[in-house]
């Protein structure tokens, strides 16, 4: 009863900031699921009962299911796509197409009712299309029960049996699921490798199966002494052959993920009193590097929960299973046979999923930079705080952008995640592209006003689907700054960032610094000029479309200069200094800016490299 009770508690806590913060409706789902497994089939037979809520002001005449499985079929759209795409995912290639029927996944529908009548439906590919008995009413609740059988295909991605390291069940994308219909309509996106957006609610789950796995799933596990298996202190003891039913409770999240296996070994590790972090494992061989890793993955959370927002749920997974590293609400499937540094760096980015994507829960399809590149963002400062380095943690993510620029392959972050041409212009977009759009808005509004701001989005957008807007209105209100302009540009177009340093010259005791705009995208400027005498002033150029200036402690002495109008190719400024006295001149030397060529960002210009002799070596 202790246990019913405080699901309800919690459950109350969670929903009550949908209707309080934002007046944006949202869909509800609550789902509970009954899953009968056979593992020596890898099938699995399974009933659904989804309560739905219509929160819209439209009235539905269709609803529209993922069948996730049904993509790891020969000729799929997913198997098609990943044979035409010019860099296809090695872990994918055409590995699909030679499945045999038995490898296969898939989805099949056996019955679906709505409100007890009997519906009709088709299936298309990854898509079940419904034609609804009864409208479904703005305001109101309908009943969806549903019942299917399913086969785990061989691990192709992310879902499947028998992965890379042995893994027998790797439980993501495994069941009959709602698309979300939200203020921009449907999302029926067909699977076709890639990206999640899923309806806030519920979920109320069963599995019976083998009773020698362990299960790790989301949600929290309703039934621990009757399973044991590090779930309660109780050694419980289980007959050969004999079947278990696990049963988990899930509150307020969108998705549900689980995994098996014989040789999980399960430890607990507390990160405070209200968070416990579970790890599962394949036993001996790894104990060493994953008992390493818990200390860094307890400090991983404190360390996001103090800048980024209190982690909400009382427990989070993380377990050896999928093809890499990949999110899931309360949990993650990551390869787990690694070094240290590399199995801290996956845990830690699946982890921060839990704040973009998991509780923030963009519609990451669309903007899969506010999840991959936000996380990758906080993966950076995370492991700088974990591996002490002197070096600026976003370095990679700028320089891996600035790399795809030259490779002329960019493609607008406002690309549909599916829709772009190459897997590398959508992982650097989505990754890198994100995590310098945050590092750049902290050089755009100041350090200070983005900490506090992406607290203030987090407490704002936490269990709703938060979109660009949201976040820039949220950042306007922080900084008191006009932002537009660059969500405009940086976010909806592919031009770049450039300025230089044109001209320096002497004018009767004084210096003239004359600057020039070589990109398209403009930017306020920090300059940072050196003199002679050891002492540093920043001269700080606001972009005149901000309508304001930021704030920010980084520089000892700032002298804040008249806004630069974005159409002028040039600015000029004077320091009341001789030429003479001037030791060095900087744009941005916090290099937060993502000038796609800094090299004449400084004054004097730095030397050019010297031409290599032939047979020199480059050390
Ligand atoms: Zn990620």
Redesign the pocket.
């Known amino acids: 009863m202790k246990k019913l009770l405080s699901f309800f508690v919690v459950a109350a806590l969670y929903s009550l900031p949908l209707s309080a913060q934002s007046d944006r409706w949202q869909q509800r789902a609550k789902y509970e699921m009954n899953i009968d497994f056979d593992a020596q089939k890898h099938q699995y037979k399974g009933t659904q009962k989804l309560v739905y809520t219509n929160n819209s002001p439209d009235t539905l005449i269709k609803v529209f299911y993922h069948l996730y499985l049904n993509a790891f079929q020969p000729g799929s759209q997913m198997d098609v796509r990943s044979r035409t795409i010019a860099d296809p995912d090695a872990r994918v290639k055409d590995r699909i197409s030679k499945l045999s029927p038995s490898e296969i996944g898939y989805e099949k529908i056996l019955s679906l009712k709505q409100n007890g009548k009997p519906l009709k439906y088709q299936v298309v590919g990854t898509i079940l299309e419904v034609t609804l008995a009864d409208k479904i009413l703005p305001k109101t609740q309908h009943t969806f029960d549903l019942q299917f059988e399913a086969q785990v295909p061989l691990q192709i991605r992310r879902t499947g049996r028998n992965n890379s390291e042995g893994i027998d069940y790797s439980m993501a994308q495994w069941y009959p699921k709602m698309c979300e219909y939200d203020y921009e309509g449907w999302h029926s996106n067909p699977y076709i490798a890639r990206e999640f957006h899923g309806i806030w609610g519920d979920f109320d789950v069963k599995i019976t199966l083998d009773a020698s796995y362990v299960v790790a799933a989301t949600g929290y596990l309703q039934n621990p002494d009757k399973i044991g298996y590090g779930y309660s202190k109780k050694d419980v003891k289980h007959k050969a052959g004999e079947k278990l039913t696990w049963h988990f409770v899930a509150p307020e999240v969108h998705d549900f993920v689980w995994a098996a296996d014989p040789d999980y070994k399960h430890d607990v590790v507390k990160v405070d009193d209200k968070l416990a972090l579970h790890f599962f494992y394949q036993g001996d061989s790894l104990s060493r590097v994953w008992k390493e890793m818990q200390p860094m993955a307890v400090q991983a959370f404190k360390i996001m929960n103090e800048k980024f927002g209190r982690y909400p749920y009382k427990q989070y997974s993380i377990i050896q299973g999928g093809d890499g590293?990949?999110?899931y609400p309360m949990a993650t499937l990551i390869t787990g046979r690694l070094t240290l540094p590399a199995l801290v760096s996956v845990t830690v980015?699946?982890s921060i999923?839990s704040w973009f994507q998991m509780i923030l829960g963009t519609n990451e399809s669309k903007y899969g930079w506010m999840?991959?590149g936000f996380?990758?963002y906080a993966q950076n400062i995370v492991m700088a705080e974990l591996f002490p380095t002197k070096l600026d943690p976003q370095r990679g993510s700028t320089a891996s952008y600035r790399s795809l620029v030259k490779s002329g392959l960019e493609e607008p972050l406002t690309t549909h995640a599916d829709h772009f041409n190459t897997n590398r212009a959508y992982s650097v977009a989505s990754?890198s592209k994100g995590a310098v759009f945050l590092n750049q808005l902290g050089y755009i509004i100041g350090k200070e006003k983005l900490e506090t701001g992406m607290k203030r989005y987090f407490n704002e957008w936490k269990f709703k689907h938060p979109n660009p807007t949201d976040l820039k209105r949220i950042m306007e209100k922080e900084s008191g700054l006009e932002l537009d302009w660059y969500w405009e540009n940086f976010v909806g177009t592919t031009k770049t960032i450039g300025y230089g340093i044109k001209e320096v010259v002497s004018i009767g005791g004084k210096t003239d610094v004359v600057l020039a705009r070589e990109g398209q995208i403009p930017m306020p400027l920090d300059v940072v000029v050196s003199y002679k005498d050891g002492s540093q002033e920043n001269f700080y150029i606001p972009l005149e479309i901000m309508r304001g200036e930021k704030s920010e402690s980084l520089y000892s002495k700032t002298t804040l200069l008249a806004d630069w109008g974005w159409t002028y190719p040039e600015y000029t400024f004077t320091i009341d200094k001789n030429l003479a006295d001037i030791e060095r001149i900087v744009i941005d030397p916090s290099q937060r800016m993502a000038d796609i060529n800094p090299d004449d960002n400084v004054y004097p210009s730095l030397p050019k490299e010297l031409p290599r002799l032939k047979g020199e070596k480059v050390q």
Request: net charge negative; no cysteine.
């Open positions: 590293g990949m999110e980015h699946e999923h999840d991959e996380t990758t990754y």
